[in-house]
């Protein structure tokens, strides 16, 4: 089982940049895949990028292709969300989630994903 824990968040006006990390428990975060997700309000919950448990591929929407990147250092237990080039439309909670897989896929579907976070709210002001 992991445990994953958000940081990061905050407000910051359109242009800018934030960095989101994602922190999680266990000794075998490296066999976890991992994934960002975001809920603007009245909105369904959508993935905004996701990255395999080795970190060779990543997935992004299009929304934030060219702007967000998604790493992780597994030593470390954490993944992180760059983003950058920051819009109002991307105003919403963030949540980390994870995956235990022992395929090198990545994935995109909430349903896919045994572990969330608490979220971390991203407030971008125009």
């Known amino acids: 089982q992991v445990q994953v824990v958000e940081s990061g968040g905050g407000l910051v006006q359109a242009g800018g940049s934030l960095r989101l990390s994602c922190a999680a428990s266990?000794?075998?975060?490296?066999?976890?895949?991992m994934g960002w997700f975001r809920q603007a309000p009245g909105k369904e919950r959508q993935c905004v990028a996701a990255?395999?448990?080795?970190?060779?591929?990543?997935y992004y929407a299009d929304s934030v292709k060219g702007r967000f990147t998604i790493s992780r250092v597994n030593a470390k237990n954490t993944v992180y969300l760059q983003m950058n080039s920051l819009k109002p439309e991307d105003t919403a909670v963030y949540y980390c989630?994870?995956?235990?897989?022992?395929?090198?896929?990545?994935?995109?579907?909430?349903?896919?994903?045994?572990?969330w976070g608490q979220g971390t709210q991203v407030t971008v002001s125009s």
């Open positions: 989630a994870a995956v235990l897989t022992y395929s090198g896929s990545f994935y995109t579907r909430e349903d896919e994903y045994d572990y």
């Open positions: 266990g000794r075998t975060f490296s066999r976890y895949a």
């Open positions: 990255i395999t448990w080795s970190g060779d591929s990543t």
